[in-house]
């Protein structure tokens, strides 16, 4: 007799040990959002950001390339650089090691004093990244395989959808503290089973639920559904383009997500843990060149206003029941026809939350 698969323990979402594990073995060895490409307009500009707990920075080369390092001095390891900027040559505050913007040392006074000093030896300590869509992503993980490998098709599928991503630039960042753990977030966001009674507006005004599906697409979940009948849209969809009545989303896992509203808007998520009980929810939304766009701002303060804000209180409350000594896993509700109403993508997440933490 087969059994129903049950949800994760509650200790993956709450033990500060597993949490570091996971660093390690997780959020180190996959692809993470690092920033936007337009943040790095000329040679030079760089912008820092943290993942897995190491502090990265991105900067585009006189050559046009993009490269991430990590943000540490190979002589006695100060940081090399804050926040964001432009840079001829990167120089460290400490004692004024001088690197190319290729990250190969330079100088440095009085290095060549050093019988046996060989500069062509020292480089800042590369990260592998990769653009996908304007998009800079990281892995810390130098063997990892390419982003189109995780996520086959991913790359083609959203040019379709957003045909002008090479115009769109942030046009604003929300941030979203959550008093949860990261897994708790992504979940929720991964399963439209709660959707009906929890978000009206979304489940209204903006798509079908009893078309929503969601199914694996190599280490993505790949969210598909019509939108709402057009009287009862909450906007106004017409792009020009084609797929404008329908929504799409393509969650990369383990911590980012393009999402395609109806009239071909792009938006995304991407979550940064801060402990096992906290994470941060960035959500992003796109306009060309970051230009006002009165639609999309009204978009994103409706989703703001409805979806983000019921998904906070549903996420805290299971970190605080995930705390509970009453809590036993329960089954996860799997139709196999799969639909809204279906914890399928759960299993999926549930089961590459396990591999990545304890290799199996
Ligand atoms: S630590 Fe950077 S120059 Fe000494
Ligand atoms: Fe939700």
Avoid at 150 to 156: D, E, L, V, Y
Avoid at 190 to 205: D, R
Wanted: some cysteine.
């Amino acid at each position: 007799m087969t059994r129903p698969v049950r949800a994760l323990e509650a200790r993956y979402y709450t033990d500060p040990d597993l949490f570091r594990k996971e660093t390690d073995n997780l959020s180190a060895q996959t692809w993470q959002f690092g920033c936007h490409a337009s943040e790095l307009p000329g040679p030079g500009t760089y912008v820092t950001f943290e993942i897995a707990g190491e502090s990265l920075f991105a900067i585009r080369g006189h050559d046009g390339a993009i490269r991430t390092f990590h943000n540490v001095c190979q002589h006695r390891a100060h940081q090399l650089v804050s926040g964001t900027g432009t840079a001829r040559l990167l120089v460290c505050p400490y004692h004024a090691w001088v690197y190319e913007l290729t990250g190969e040392l330079r100088g440095g006074p009085n290095i060549n004093s050093v019988p046996g000093f060989d500069k062509s030896s020292i480089c800042l300590t590369k990260v592998r990244c990769e653009e996908f869509l304007g998009f800079v992503f990281v892995n810390l993980d130098p063997g990892a395989a390419p982003m189109d490998e995780w996520f086959p098709a991913a790359r083609a599928e959203l040019s379709e959808w957003v045909p002008n991503w090479g115009e769109l630039k942030p046009l604003e960042w929300v941030r979203i503290e959550e008093e949860c753990n990261w897994k708790v977030s992504v979940e929720n966001y991964s399963e439209c089973y709660h959707c009906q009674i929890n978000h009206p507006t979304f489940a209204s005004g903006v798509v079908k639920p009893e078309t929503y599906d969601i199914q694996p697409q190599g280490k993505c979940l790949r969210h598909t559904t019509e939108c709402q009948d057009l009287e009862q849209m909450t906007y106004d969809i017409r792009s020009g383009f084609e797929h404008f009545d329908e929504y799409s989303s393509w969650f990369l896992w383990p911590m980012f997500s393009f999402q395609v509203y109806p009239g071909n808007v792009l938006n995304t998520y991407h979550w940064r843990p801060r402990d096992a009980g906290h994470v941060t929810v960035w959500r992003g939304w796109y306009s060309t060149d970051g230009c006002e766009d009165p639609k999309i701002r009204q978009l994103a303060i409706q989703d703001r206003e409805t979806t983000v804000a019921e998904d906070i209180r549903l996420v805290e409350s299971v970190q605080r029941g995930l705390a509970s000594r009453g809590y036993r896993p329960g089954p996860l509700v799997i139709d196999p026809c799969g639909g809204v109403k279906s914890e399928h993508p759960i299993m999926h997440l549930q089961q590459w939350m396990r591999e990545a933490i304890d290799g199996n």
